[in-house]
């Protein structure tokens, strides 16, 4: 029994399955971040389109279906809580929240501004719905077990999120935080890793192939799983099944599309920190527009 | 001190649950395993992983909680410097990091462990306040008012015993230095272990040179008591500073950037000359780098030449 309710307010009943309306209405939420992704970052002159692009639809999903949380009320308590840990993505979290109504959509033209709340990197400081600033790799999935640890001990019933990129995992303090995150059995914490294989200077198994990543994390004790990430139903699924995880931390490994949207930016390195030019952003547009 | 941070963190906690620990391997040492016994549920270590021990604080932190973490001073700062950076002082965390094990007294275990740049690498630090206390009583006070001050906190701690310099647990209040001694001539400024010894030179330099010297204990190195550093040089015109640490960043660093931009006088600064420890005894330590009371005075005596 399924019930089309908003997925911004108390716990309901929710049927595994999205539904086609849902889906296309995802799509849709989906294509105007991506508008807004690269409008806000043609208009800095700067940012990481990429590893933006990549992570749109894992966003949709947590903030549209799968977390509890208020747009009007930042601080709620009993929110899930998502942490950004590859922050340079901000755009893609920012495209989110802004149209959720965290802050006005206006604030985009002035992302990486002075006077503007969105910084280049996400910062709690001066963006409502950014729980911890992040930018220098590798330290979002501590601060995550930290939170975790925290909303245990409150007896607050919330799940905490944490969206690795992959050339972070490459960060040995990740795998500290790998380490305690088993050893303190953070069933309350959910990974998502932004399997797009691709970092700056090179695709990830150019520069530090992380080969076998499943296995690694599975031998230090994570629960782990798979699923498509660009795909709004394979990601649910995943997000529900980590939920079933008792006694472990569980990590999904979303296999995603550097710069996924805009096909002369699909797969390709260098687009992990320019941003588009004019001519760029109207070609780009033009695709996303024109899109079912 | 630590004997009476990690008493004083048990009490703590008895009032307040928010209040968690943290250690990275070290919780005997630096005396956060009692807290631990006490409180199991709140107590978290993280083995040697400094930089997740840090990134852990800031997390329990963004949950409510309040974090004390201790380590080794050079463990504390160096490893996650970073760290502290950006998921303590730039989020703006309510982290208290209390290391033991600062400055040269560390001994016999050498350099490696000797930390001189501790209170250098967290002063450079926005939004961090730095703390240094002069002995046991004063240490109890400083914890008391590190619980309930909002925002990053260093604390710096030496591994042994000091000797007293408050007869009772003092008040204390952050940024507020305190005058132990008034002076014409000189006045020392010192922190932690050398506020004893700043003492003992001011009373030897009184019987052997008739010098009136002042001492000030200026345990909050950040954010630093500025009036009183004024007050002491206009006073007396020749200040001489002293710790347990490198000349370079520290206390006396701190008091000369007061100094050279608003009374510029003349003034020494007494630490270690930018070079690494050895092992050894912590007292032959302390007197093979001139963090004695031989050395203080010498230098006391120059400056008041040079007025």
Redesign the interface.
């Known amino acids: 029994m399924k019930a089309e309710v908003s997925p911004l307010t108390d716990k309901v009943e929710r049927s595994p399955r999205l539904t086609p309306q849902e889906v296309a209405r995802f799509r849709e939420i989906a294509r105007v971040a991506r508008v807004d992704i690269l409008t806000m970052l043609c208009g800095a002159g700067s940012g990481h389109t990429g590893g933006s692009l990549s992570i749109v639809e894992l966003l949709i999903v947590l903030f549209y279906k799968k977390m509890r949380h208020r747009p009007v009320q930042p601080d709620w308590?009993d929110r899930d809580k998502l942490i950004l840990s590859k922050g340079h993505a901000a755009p893609a979290l920012y495209a989110v929240l802004g149209r959720l109504g965290y802050f006005p959509a206006e604030e985009f033209c002035r992302l990486r501004k002075v006077g503007g709340i969105l910084q280049g990197h996400v910062?709690?400081?001066t963006t409502p719905g950014v729980?911890?600033?992040?930018?220098?790799l590798?330290?979002?999935?501590?601060?995550?077990?930290?939170?975790?640890?925290?909303?245990r001990?409150?007896g607050r019933p919330t799940k905490v999120y944490v969206i690795l990129g992959d050339g972070e995992v490459e960060a040995?303090?990740i795998w500290?935080?790998a380490?305690?995150a088993h050893h303190?059995r953070l069933d309350n914490l959910c990974a998502l890793l932004d399997w797009n294989n691709y970092q700056i200077d090179g695709s990830v198994d150019f520069v530090k192939s992380l080969s076998p990543l499943n296995e690694k994390w599975a031998s230090f004790g994570w629960h782990v799983l798979k699923c498509d990430g660009h795909d709004f139903q394979s990601i649910y699924s995943a997000l529900l099944e980590a939920d079933e995880v008792k006694g472990k931390p569980t990590i999904i490994i979303a296999r995603t599309i550097k710069g996924k949207g805009v096909s002369f930016m699909e797969h390709r390195v260098e687009w992990h920190g320019i941003a588009p030019n004019a001519e760029e952003l109207e070609r780009a547009l033009a695709e996303l527009r024109g899109g079912a | 001190m630590r004997d009476a941070y990690g008493r004083t963190l048990v009490e703590l906690g008895e009032a307040n649950e928010d209040i968690?620990a943290l250690s990275a391997d070290l919780s005997e040492s630096t005396r956060v395993a009692e807290f631990g016994k006490r409180f199991p549920?709140?107590f978290?270590n993280?083995?040697v992983?400094e930089?997740?021990l840090?990134?852990?604080?800031?997390?329990?932190?963004?949950?409510?909680?309040i974090?004390f973490v201790s380590t080794f001073a050079i463990f504390a700062t160096g490893r996650p410097w970073?760290?502290i950076r950006?998921?303590v002082c730039?989020?703006?965390r309510n982290v208290k990091i209390v290391a033991t094990h600062g400055g040269i007294t560390v001994g016999e275990d050498g350099a490696s462990h000797q930390s001189l740049e501790d209170i250098a690498l967290m002063r450079v630090l926005p939004r961090m306040t730095v703390i240094v206390p002069a002995d046991a009583a004063e240490t109890a006070a400083a914890t008391r008012a590190v619980a309930s001050h909002v925002g990053p906190v260093y604390m710096r701690l030496p591994r042994g015993k000091s000797p007293a310099v408050f007869a009772k647990e003092p008040r204390f209040e952050i940024g507020k230095s305190t005058l132990l001694r008034g002076g014409r001539d000189a006045t020392v400024i010192a922190a932690g272990l050398m506020v004893h010894e700043a003492m003992e030179a001011a009373a030897l330099l009184e019987r052997e040179d008739g010098l009136q010297v002042g001492v000030i204990n200026m345990a909050t190195v950040k954010p630093i008591d500025v009036d009183a550093i004024l007050m002491a040089a206009s006073r007396c015109g020749a200040i001489v500073t002293a710790e347990e640490h490198s000349v370079i960043g520290g206390l006396g660093s701190a008091v000369a950037e007061v100094l050279g931009e608003n009374f510029p006088i003349p003034m020494k600064r007494i630490g270690v000359e930018d070079r690494f420890g050895i092992s050894g005894r912590p007292e032959e330590l302390l007197k093979h780098f001139g963090l004695w009371r031989d050395n203080i005075a010498r230098w006391v005596r120059d400056v008041v030449k040079r007025k």
């Open positions: 308590p910062d709690c400081l729980e911890t600033s992040t930018g220098s590798g330290q979002g999935l501590s601060q995550a077990n930290g939170l975790a640890l925290a909303e001990l409150s040995g303090q500290e935080a380490m305690t303190y | 968690v549920d709140r978290f993280l083995g992983a930089q997740d840090i990134g852990t604080a800031s997390g329990l932190a963004l949950g409510g909680k974090p970073e760290q950006q998921s730039l989020c703006n």
